[in-house]
């Protein structure tokens, strides 16, 4: 008896601090993140003015958002850098990895240097980029003009901007990912290599029939994670291109979009409406990543 | 015969070899560093000298200009002032608020937990971007826009960093705790003097994480706040080469002196801050 007692009052106790350690969490996690969810949601379904004011409009955003040329240029703008960016990280992020496993001279030096854009602020990446993309003064048409080439306005130029935003995004992005996939590729095995050379297997074949199978599992989740960066890629554009200029359609993202029209137009229903779809089309995504997983993605 | 020829095959051109992988790494490392070196040589040279054609590539006379007239133009010291607050508190709060969380998640049972933490994980799946206006109306509302409040309070909870610190509690072996209980030690004392010594690693690799994200978050500060004596320096280095349009020189000296930090504190931490990101990747 006082034995059952004790045990159901220790319960108690832990009961007590197990709710006691998450709850300063939950209430944080509900009042910044579960609630806006159920907000943005309500909102889309609003027009909501300045002041605030909201009335109701139904799916009016919506529809409003599927007749909008700008929105449907944003998203192609959207889809077009995570065609560009995603496999040039990746792919790019992986080969040095695995050079950065082979046991050469200064491979700590190159690791300390290639994690150098991963700590610096994009803000301050793109202001430096800008300035080298800059059609009258910038070095990159100075190199340009030396090789004989002609000089390009690369970020007011329809043709070039995005894909000048793309190479500042993939340049930024490369080296955490490739931390990632370093520690991924240091997991495996040695045994599968040395296997490997005894059978004569070049360093070449050794990085496709072995680093690339292995590794899948760390591939596959920073795939992943640089899909969801990608499709909310933002403050590259907001440094890089000035909100008058007329290239801006022409480099404009679904978040950038989003943010005029939240901050900028002050249309926040509407902008609740692009959040929506943006949410929407980052999970299906996801979920349909998760879904083919198992036909290329090995697990042990 | 065979055998021999084969290993002979793999080893043909090891040097050959090497210095393909060397010069492939170097160009990739001149890459990384041109931009900054660009950044520096620039902030080094008058406004003059920054536009003249054909650009001068390293300063004719090396002058600090920039880097002293830069409280000229905005309040400089109050902005890195509150970017270092903001983080310090940032970086504070997760550990302190994920890893209690995450201890009561991987030590202690009661009722309803799985449901608790699966509901954690879900905001996971939530982009940031989707968040922000009601956040932002959220603040609004409580009056807290253009305070430094409103730069951290969202930002001190995290389900990443509980996820994380839960793997780190779930890691530690539990006859330890078995013996702490006997000796009469409560949950309080378990967490706080055997458990957060022993997942050292796991609170640097989230502060090191959380850190890089506090100092470089340019959205949420820039909407937050627009009075420039509250703004952190990436909404700083925005107004600043909004204002300043063609002063390149006061541009990139703001840049550089606003990278500067993470990056010292990155070549003092490297090993944790590298080993903290490719922990981003546990399965």
Redesign the interface.
């Known amino acids: 008896m006082t034995v059952k007692t004790r045990i159901t009052r220790q319960k108690r106790?832990?009961?007590a601090?197990?709710?006691?350690?998450?709850l300063?969490?939950?209430a944080?996690?509900g009042?910044?993140?579960?609630?806006?969810?159920y907000?943005?949601f309500r909102?889309s379904l609003y027009t909501v003015g300045a002041f605030?004011r909201s009335s109701w409009a139904g799916l009016a955003n919506y529809t409003k958002m599927f007749q909008d040329s700008v929105m449907w240029r944003s998203l192609g703008n959207t889809l077009m850098y995570a065609v560009i960016i995603i496999p040039l990280t990746v792919v790019l992020a992986l080969?040095?990895a695995a050079?950065?496993n082979?046991r050469?001279r200064?491979r700590d030096v190159?690791?300390?240097?290639?994690?150098?854009?991963?700590?610096?602020?994009?803000?301050?990446?793109a202001?430096?980029?800008?300035?080298?993309f800059n059609g009258?003064?910038g070095?990159l048409n100075?190199i340009v003009?030396i090789f004989g080439g002609t000089p390009q306005y690369w970020l007011s130029d329809e043709h070039t901007v995005l894909l000048c935003i793309s190479i500042v995004s993939v340049?930024m992005g490369v080296?955490?990912n490739m931390?990632?996939?370093?520690?991924?590729i240091q997991g495996i095995s040695s045994n599968y290599y040395e296997a490997a050379?005894l059978?004569?297997?070049?360093?070449i074949r050794q990085f496709l029939k072995i680093t690339i199978p292995l590794v899948t599992?760390?591939l596959f989740?920073?795939v992943i994670?640089t899909v969801?960066s990608t499709?909310?890629i933002?403050?590259v554009i907001?440094?890089m291109i000035p909100t008058k200029s007329i290239a801006m359609s022409y480099a404009q993202s679904v978040?950038m979009y989003?943010?005029r029209n939240?901050?900028e137009y002050s249309a926040?229903g509407y902008?609740?409406a692009i959040?929506?779809l943006?949410?929407a089309i980052?999970?299906l995504l996801?979920l349909f990543q998760m879904r083919i997983q198992k036909k290329w993605v090995h697990y042990d | 015969m065979e055998n021999k020829m084969k290993l002979s095959r793999s080893g043909r051109h090891p040097r050959y070899g090497k210095a393909v992988v060397h010069a492939v790494l170097f160009l990739g490392c001149f890459i990384t560093l041109a931009p900054f070196i660009w950044m520096f040589l620039t902030s080094m040279k008058t406004q003059v000298e920054a536009v003249s054609i054909p650009p001068s590539i390293l300063p004719r006379n090396w002058r600090p200009d920039a880097y002293t007239s830069l409280p000229e133009k905005l309040p400089f010291f109050t902005m890195y002032w509150n970017t270092i607050l903001t983080s310090l508190i940032i970086v504070a709060g997760q550990l302190l608020f994920c890893s209690a969380a995450g201890y009561a998640f991987a030590r202690i049972h009661f009722p309803g937990r799985n449901f608790l933490f699966i509901l954690c994980l879900s905001v996971l799946m939530i982009p940031s971007s989707f968040l922000i206006l009601p956040q932002y109306l959220l603040i609004q509302k409580m009056g807290l826009l253009n305070t430094l409040h409103a730069i951290y309070l969202p930002n001190l909870f995290s389900a990443f960093g509980t996820f994380l610190m839960r793997q780190f509690f779930m890691s530690i072996p539990l006859e330890l705790e078995d013996a702490a209980r006997i000796d009469g030690c409560g949950h309080g004392r378990i967490y706080s003097r055997i458990m957060l010594p022993l997942i050292k690693p796991g609170l640097v690799s989230l502060g090191v994480l959380t850190l890089r994200f506090a100092w470089n978050n340019l959205m949420w500060p820039m909407i937050v706040n627009t009075e420039k004596t509250k703004m952190t320096l990436t909404a700083g280095l925005s107004y600043l080469q909004g204002q300043y349009i063609s002063d390149y020189p006061s541009i990139m000296a703001g840049a550089l002196l606003a990278t500067i930090p993470l990056i010292i504190i990155y070549a003092v931490f490297q090993r944790q801050f590298i080993e903290g990101i490719a922990l981003t990747g546990i399965k």
Do not use: C
């Not at chain 1, 009042?31 to 969810?37: A, G």
């Open positions: 106790v832990d009961w601090w197990g709710y006691g350690m998450i300063p969490l939950l944080g996690l009042l910044f993140y579960f609630y806006p969810v907000k943005v909102d605030n080969i040095l050079l950065l082979t050469i200064g190159y690791r300390v240097i290639y994690f150098i854009p991963t700590v610096t602020m994009s803000v301050a990446i202001m430096v980029w800008r300035w080298i009258d003064f070095i100075h003009r340049w080296g955490y931390i990632i996939l370093l520690a991924g050379e059978e004569g297997a070049g360093k599992p760390t989740f920073v994670t969801i499709l909310q933002f403050d907001y440094m978040v989003f943010y939240a901050f926040k902008a609740s959040a929506v943006l949410f980052i999970m996801t």
